[in-house]
């Protein structure tokens, strides 16, 4: 199995950058990792999936050019750096893990998950 720990999240203000990190740990390591959000009262949404092996990356349309998403896989972590952020990005970002496919796009792909870390944008 699979442990993640996401750290970083906090207060910004909007337009500002955050930087999130998802530390990996376990005997066994998944294909790919990926990154979900959570607002108050709305569904979790798929935000970011990288590789592990080739850092194949895809995004949601919504944090396309805005939020990158990174591996080292020495270090068994995994980024999201969030930029030019909007009060709408406000939510609690989950880091997850899995290996059914070659990425994952919905939470059904994804086998681990992480806590989650609170991100919240002031307008």
Do not use: M
């Amino acid at each position: 199995q699979v442990q993640l720990v996401e750290s970083g999240g906090g207060l910004v203000q909007a337009g500002g950058p955050l930087t999130l990190s998802c530390a990996a740990s376990g005997r066994t390591f998944s294909r790919y990792a990926g990154w979900f959000r959570q607002a108050p009262g709305k569904e979790r949404e798929f935000v970011a999936t990288i590789s592990w092996s080739l850092g194949s990356i895809a995004y949601a349309d919504s944090v396309k050019g805005r939020f990158t998403i990174s591996r080292d896989n020495a270090k068994n972590t995994v980024y999201l750096q969030l930029n030019s952020l909007k009060p709408d990005d406000t939510a609690v970002y989950y880091c997850a893990a899995g290996g059914r496919g070659f990425l994952g796009f919905s939470s059904a792909d994804f086998s681990s998950w992480g806590q989650g870390t609170q991100v919240t944008v002031s307008s």
